[in-house]
């Protein structure tokens, strides 16, 4: 069965630089949520979206910044990184009739 | 406001041995209760899932876990551990809204340790 997928797999960036973070749902999933998980930490939820429109606000950066496309995938998008930034990054989608959320694999992040 | 206690931090249990994970909640209605599983570096496997009906549920991997809404807990259980089993496991709790989901909020995990 095909899963959630992100993009990259791994990232490494300079601080203050951009990253951009990807995330393909599952095919007919009209809901996707992004996490953040620190080093030893438990996933922190960011931001959510539901057919293309902003459903839910968590612990997000203001240099952090999303999008659902048309297509349903989602980018998290991050500017101005900082070396607190580094963590992985989960994407997990939904059907909303079904209600339980499928995560991807994660998008490992490290800031130099 | 929802939230998730898991109180044990680490645990280790010697394979063969029986486990039980604890997991308290707060939530103001009926919670969708959840255990995933994380090895390290890699993604959150779903073990099993409470929305309602029966209070015992069966996972994966041989997991089982009891809501008791009474203790407002959801513990993971397993009769016989096996080596494979060392990891992170993580109780989650997610909020219900307009008939769809909202976030995610898990507790802080509780790292198993299988010795042989």
């Known amino acids: 069965a095909a899963g959630v997928i992100q993009s990259p797999r791994h990232l490494i960036k300079e601080k203050r630089e951009t990253a951009t973070l990807k995330c393909y749902p599952i095919?007919?999933?009209?809901?996707v949520y992004w996490y953040q998980q620190g080093p030893g930490q438990d996933p922190q939820f960011l931001i959510s979206?539901?057919?293309?429109?902003?459903?839910d606000k968590g612990s997000i950066p203001d240099r952090f910044s999303a999008q659902q496309f048309s297509d349903y995938h989602s980018e998290l998008n991050m500017s101005s990184l900082e070396l607190g930034d580094s963590a992985l990054y989960f994407c997990?989608?939904?059907?909303?009739?079904?209600?339980?959320?499928?995560f991807g694999p994660g998008t490992r992040l490290t800031v130099l | 406001a929802q939230s998730v206690t898991q109180p044990d931090i680490h645990i280790t249990v010697s394979e063969g041995a029986s486990l039980e994970l604890r997991c308290n909640y707060s939530y103001g209605a009926t919670p969708y209760l959840f255990w995933y599983v994380q090895s390290p570096g890699q993604g959150l496997q779903l073990l099993l899932k409470?929305?309602?009906?029966?209070?015992l549920v069966q996972g994966i991997k041989g997991f089982e876990a009891e809501f008791k809404r009474s203790q407002s807990s959801f513990n993971l259980r397993k009769p016989s551990v096996h080596w494979s089993d060392a990891a992170e496991y993580f109780c989650a709790v997610a909020a219900l809204f307009s008939g769809g989901y909202n976030k995610l909020i898990f507790g802080a995990g509780t790292r198993l340790a299988v010795h042989p």
């Open positions: 409470y929305f309602s009906g029966d209070t």
């Open positions: 979206f539901y057919e293309k429109m902003q459903s």
């Open positions: 997990a989608s939904s059907a909303r009739a079904n209600n339980e959320q499928f």
């Open positions: 095919p007919r999933h009209d809901t």
